[in-house]
């Protein structure tokens, strides 16, 4: 151990872009050393760095760590106090490493993701699977209380409906026991219009409010599949 008194020094420590990691070993190993020297002092500077994604911009200072966490591409223009000008990050040794370890992750996920969709059973939406062969035709089952109709056809149901109970009084007139024949009638109009109200998004108890069948005349129904099925336009 010396024990005369040396010349005092000033050590600065910056860490290239050549000896980002070993140079801070040595820092450390020259701090602890020289650590009680009252003539030398120990001055530490950690490398800033700054990058641009379109060349006018500046964002930083970033320690290393920090300009990692970014989303940087070997492209990306980066500058610190060592540098001239402006460098791309993959010219930067430094960083080469790290686009290096990023295309192998890449690739790799790459090819994970396209084994998965190799041995991947494909798998359907069940609404999707509901497909209409043909245009559904207007009084395909008229006494029938599911799916879906037009409101085009529920107008022309309320207009038999008029004509035929015309007809039926007309008839029992002369018979009183056809008058039974508006009970199919009185079916078929609570059936179209349980169907309407479907096409609306409704139940068919909503036909019973007073003054609803004119919303089901004119209302526009449900564009495309809805809980009570496909579009009867489609």
Avoid at 19 to 46: A, M, P, Q, R
Avoid at 112 to 117: E, F, P
Avoid at 160 to 167: A, H, K, S, T, W
Wanted: with cysteine.
């Amino acid at each position: 151990m010396f024990t005369e008194r040396v010349a005092d020094v000033h050590y600065i420590h910056c860490p290239s872009n050549h000896d980002y990691v070993s140079g801070f070993f040595l820092s450390d190993v020259f701090k602890t050393w020289f650590n009680k020297n009252e003539n030398i002092t120990l001055n530490y500077k950690k490398m800033e760095y700054y990058y641009s994604t379109n060349g006018n911009d500046k964002n930083g200072p970033l320690s290393f760590d920090e300009l990692k966490q970014k989303n940087i591409t070997s492209k990306t223009l980066i500058w610190h106090e060592e540098l001239d000008d402006w460098k791309m990050a993959g010219q930067l040794p430094e960083l080469k490493n790290l686009f290096k370890k990023t295309n192998i992750a890449l690739k790799k996920k790459e090819s994970v993701l396209k084994k998965s969709n190799i041995d991947k059973k494909p798998e359907t939406n069940k609404i999707d699977t509901l497909v209409v062969n043909e245009k559904q035709k207007m009084f395909s089952n008229p006494f029938s209380f599911n799916g879906r109709i037009r409101r085009l056809e529920y107008g022309i149901t309320l207009i038999i409906m008029y004509i035929g109970i015309m007809v039926i009084v007309g008839m029992a007139e002369a018979l009183e026991i056809l008058g039974v024949l508006i009970i199919p009638l009185y079916w078929a109009v609570l059936s179209q219009g349980t169907k309407r109200c479907h096409d609306l998004g409704r139940s068919g108890w909503y036909q019973l409010i007073p003054y609803y069948f004119f919303w089901m005349l004119f209302a526009k129904g449900d564009d495309g599949i809805n809980e009570y099925g496909p579009n009867p336009k489609m």
